[in-house]
T-cell receptor
Framework: NAGVTQTPKFRVLKTGQSMTLLCAQD?????MYWYRQDPGMGLRLIHY???????AKGEVPDGYNVSRLKKQNFLLGLESAAPSQTSVYFC????????????FGSGTRLTVV | KNQVEQSPQSLIILEGKNCTLQ??????????LRWYKQDTGRGPVSLTI?????NTKSNGRYTATLDADTKQSSLHITASQLSDSASYIC????????????FGKGTKLSVKP
């Protein structure tokens, strides 16, 4: 049982380059999320999805786009990377039930130079 | 303002000792409070979820308490092990919404031999 899988695990980008982070879950969860984690701060929500074909903005959506074409996949795109986007990115998934916890992936460490 | 604050920021203890981590929240309305463990370089893993009506909940050597009146929670670790070295994060959903979690900044615990 793989749970939530993120690819890649590490990436270095130059300012202005684009990339896509892939998140895949095999638990049939309806909800999926993208967070970023920066030193000294709690996890912050970038975008989330409550079902296939739906997306919504979180707390820090600027500079990012997302897509959920299939229930099991949630893609996070950076169209023009900036040094401020250097961070560790975590994908998570869950059932809609408020009493159900999140399952997180192991993260993608992104450095923008 | 909805907030989750944790103390201490960091803690060093000797293997075999007990410790208690604190979480104060001002999130309203309240539905549940979650504790996660995050090992270095890994995603957070759920330890426990506590609802309004639960005062104490245990998961092995981890015991969480909740006082909904004072809006405080604690995580007690008994007979610490080296593998307990991690960040412990307190999380509260905002507005009872699964898609809107408020994360604390975490307590970094180091267990020394």
């Amino acid at each position: 049982n793989a749970g939530v899988t993120q690819t890649p695990k590490f990436r270095v980008l130059k300012t202005g380059q684009s990339m896509t982070l892939l998140c895949a879950q095999d638990m049939n969860h309806e909800y999926m999320y993208w967070y970023r984690q920066d030193p000294g701060m709690g996890l912050r929500l970038i975008h989330y999805s409550v079902g296939e074909g739906t997306t919504a903005k979180g707390e820090v959506p600027d500079g990012y786009n997302v897509s959920r074409l299939k229930k099991q996949n949630f893609l996070l795109g950076l169209e023009s990377a900036a040094p401020s986007q250097t961070s560790v990115y975590f994908c998570a998934s869950s059932y809609p039930d408020i009493l159900y916890g999140y399952t997180f992936g192991s993260g993608t460490r992104l450095t923008v130079v | 303002k909805n907030q989750v604050e944790q103390s201490p920021q960091s803690l060093i203890i000797l293997e075999g000792k007990n410790c208690t981590l604190q979480c104060n929240y001002t999130v309203s309305p309240f539905s549940n409070l979650r504790w996660y463990k995050q090992d270095t370089g890994r995603g957070p893993v759920s330890l426990t979820i506590m609802t309004f009506s639960e005062n104490t909940k245990s998961n092995g050597r981890y015991t969480a308490t909740l006082d909904a009146d004072t809006k405080q929670s604690s995580l007690h670790i008994t007979a610490s092990q080296l593998s307990d070295s991690a960040s412990y994060i307190c999380v509260v959903p905002q507005g009872g919404s699964q898609g809107n979690l408020i994360f604390g900044k975490g307590t970094k615990l180091s267990v020394k031999p």
